[in-house]
């Protein structure tokens, strides 16, 4: 029941009603033997005598208004929530995988100038083997890219995105194989 039927309800209501009645016991015998009655008037409803449920019902329906709208806000703020956190979590990857990648380089750099010096005589294999560790450290560590995949992808599914076509779980998009995960060949 909405709040303008309930109030409706608090209101006296005026109605016309009627009938028709016969006494015949067979269709073919209502216009030989049989006798036709009708009524009709008007039926006057005043609700007089409740004891207060219909302002009750009236309060009732307010209340399940406001719920509503509460319930509808939460949802509203939930959503604008997931995406603040989604769009905070993809900027901090973006940040953390640009340092990365400017480390990762720095590092290479280090490895080819302690090569150089290694070819040169002035610096032992041992320093060489460390730069280059360093070196694949910091380019392991780049795969947080996955991480900011992940992250655009929950700031699409906090915007309400999804996909366009069914995913075909047969076919594998990635291969792990000696050489590290890469993308597979299409066919």
């Known amino acids: 029941m909405k709040i303008g039927q309930a109030e409706a309800a608090l209101y006296p209501s005026v109605s016309l009603t009627g009938s028709i009645a016969t006494t015949s016991g ?13 009524s009709y008037g008007p039926s006057v409803n005043v609700p007089l005598f409740e004891g207060g449920s219909l302002r009750a019902a009236v309060d009732v329906e307010k209340a399940q208004r406001d719920q509503y709208f509460v319930a509808f806000k939460s949802s ?17 990857e973006r940040q953390r995988i640009a340092q990365l990648s400017a ?36 380019e392991d560590s780049l795969q947080s890219r996955v991480s900011a995949a992940t992250d655009y992808i ?26 590290g995960p890469r993308l597979a060949a299409r066919r």
């Open 26 to 38: 067979k269709i073919g015998d209502l216009a030989k033997r049989s006798t036709i009655g009708w």
């Open 103 to 138: 480390a990762a380089s720095n590092y290479r750099e280090a490895a080819r100038l302690a090569r150089e010096l290694y070819r040169a005589g002035s610096a032992d294999f041992l320093d060489v083997l460390d730069a280059e560790r360093s070196a694949f450290e910091a």
């Open 154 to 179: 929950a700031l699409d599914k906090a915007l309400g995105g999804g996909w366009d076509r069914p995913v075909d779980a047969s076919q594998l998009e990635v291969v792990d194989g000696a050489t």
């Open 76 to 92: 509203v703020l939930s959503a604008l929530e997931d995406i603040e956190n989604a769009l905070v979590s993809l900027a901090k």
